[in-house]
T-cell receptor, first 113, second 111 residues
């Protein structure tokens, strides 16, 4: 596609439910990144993928968070047993190779009631 | 040591004026310093970037000034326009790591 595509654009769910956020990177980009942006905060790094593997998972806030990438393309970020503090905008970015300029999607705005 | 400190948090500039946003870092191993621009409801977009072997980079009305000895870098927006009103993030990266972002500066350019 022309740019990084994220879905859904908005998600409202009840505390305790599981959510899945999807990222479709720019075609041909091998590196994919997930960030979280909370109100008044900068962008917090969560995880990145080189191909289908995730060398650095250090930014995941807890074991309720997981991510996978299949076929070197689409990635899914899963949050289990959501908590109110998980409310944020989740941003995905991709780059041609790791450490090349990152191109961001418009994010998924997640609201936990 | 992994932080990037950005200031000011918010900035109001008259149309035609110069907007200046500053960032400071501690880790001298950082080797890439991009600036991102973000409009409400949109993802950040890469604006301009610099590596530490260069002291200044200019692209149109946007200039990065880099002071390696002071471990500071700044974004200058010349002839600021209302369309420049957005949130700006500085960032830095080490080889082999993802971007570390500052907390952002909300710029409002008044007409």
């Amino acid at each position: 596609g022309a740019g990084v595509s994220q879905s859904p654009s908005n998600k409202v769910t009840e505390k305790g439910k599981d959510v899945e956020l999807r990222c479709d990177p720019i075609s041909g980009h091998t590196a994919l990144y997930w960030y979280r942006q909370s109100l008044g905060q900068g962008l917090e790094f969560l995880i990145y993928f080189q191909g289908n593997s995730a060398p650095d998972k250090s930014g995941l806030p807890s074991d309720r968070f997981s991510a996978e990438r299949t076929g070197g393309s689409v990635s899914t970020l899963t949050i289990q047993r959501t908590q109110q503090e998980d409310s944020a905008v989740y941003l995905c970015a991709s780059s041609f190779e790791f450490n090349q300029p990152q191109h961001f999607g418009d994010g998924t705005r997640l609201s936990i009631l | 040591q992994q932080q990037v400190k950005q200031s000011p948090q918010s900035l109001i500039v008259q149309k035609g004026g110069i907007s200046i946003i500053n960032c400071a870092y501690e880790n001298t191993a950082f080797d890439y310093f991009p600036w991102y621009q973000q409009f409400p409801g949109k993802g950040p977009a890469l604006l301009i970037a610099i590596r530490p072997d260069v002291s200044e980079k200019k692209e149109g009305r946007f200039t990065i000034s880099f002071n390696k000895s002071a471990k500071q870098f700044s974004l200058h927006i010349m002839d600021s326009q209302p369309g420049d009103s957005a949130t700006y993030f500085c960032a830095a990266t080490l080889p082999g790591t993802a971007l570390i972002f500052g907390k952002g500066t909300t710029l409002s350019v008044s007409s």
